[in-house]
């Protein structure tokens, strides 16, 4: 399976300051994603992090409050902007399909961040 | 929105016991994918079963698809303690994207 690492981990951040999340994959994918997961609750999927373009985001997340860069294939960022307590959530990115022969359509995850904000 | 529903939403049986939990989507895929996640870790990824697959093994985990009602089941056999977590189901577009379903929390109990 594809390894995918997240920085940081966790963090406690006040509102209306903003955090950037990064996401690296341990080979080239030619997708990767951004998904939030509230306490309880499943993985929604945020936006399509297109590399050297604007990512392409879903219903109800827009580019201001969640930034998303992807300046090549085995790198993306995610930043939440001007936080309040209500943006507390797991954060997982994931990368689907590789140039090094995995399966092609097996979407892998990384280990998330917990993001708490007061 | 969610793609997919997992029922039961809560599951406990004794270790031993094999686990069924099942998961229906609304529109077509490409392909359906079973994560499970410990709590408050991240999702590893158990078994993809395509479009045009019935039936998938590996290890413990049998998957079934069945394209004409829309559903899917993931069975679990001689369940142990660790295999407590939360079951989610992830139904793959066209478009490359899941969508996941709301999840099945399985306790094992010893």
């Known amino acids: 399976s594809a390894v995918i690492s997240q920085k940081p981990s966790r963090d406690i951040c006040q509102r209306g300051t903003s955090l950037t999340i990064q996401c690296q994959v341990d080979?080239?994918?030619?997708?990767m994603f951004w998904y939030r997961q509230q306490p309880g609750q499943s993985l929604t999927l945020i936006a399509t992090?297109?590399?050297?373009?604007?990512?392409?985001?879903e219903s109800g997340f827009v580019i201001d409050k969640f930034p998303i860069s992807r300046p090549n294939l085995t790198f993306s960022t995610l930043t939440v902007s001007n936080m309040s307590p209500e943006d507390s959530s797991i954060y997982l990115c994931?990368?689907?399909?590789?140039?090094?022969?995995?399966?092609?359509?097996?979407?892998?995850f990384g280990p998330g961040t917990r993001l708490t904000v007061l | 929105s969610q793609q997919g529903e997992e029922d039961p939403q809560a599951l406990s049986i004794q270790e031993g016991e094999n686990a069924t939990m099942n998961c229906s989507y609304k529109t077509s895929i490409n392909n359906l994918q079973w994560y499970r996640q410990n709590s408050g870790r991240g999702l590893v990824h158990l078994i993809l079963i395509r479009s045009n697959e019935r039936e998938k093994h590996s290890g413990r985990l049998r998957v079934t698809l069945d394209t004409s009602k829309k559903s899917s089941s993931l069975l679990i056999t001689a369940s142990r303690a660790a295999d407590t977590a939360s079951y989610f189901c992830a139904a793959g577009n066209r478009d490359d994207k899941i969508i996941f379903g709301k999840g099945t929390r399985l306790h094992i109990l010893p």
């Open positions: 994931s990368g689907l399909g590789t140039t090094s022969g995995r399966a092609r359509d097996t979407q892998y």
């Open positions: 992090a297109n590399q050297g373009s604007e990512a392409t985001y």
């Open positions: 080979s080239q994918v030619t997708m």
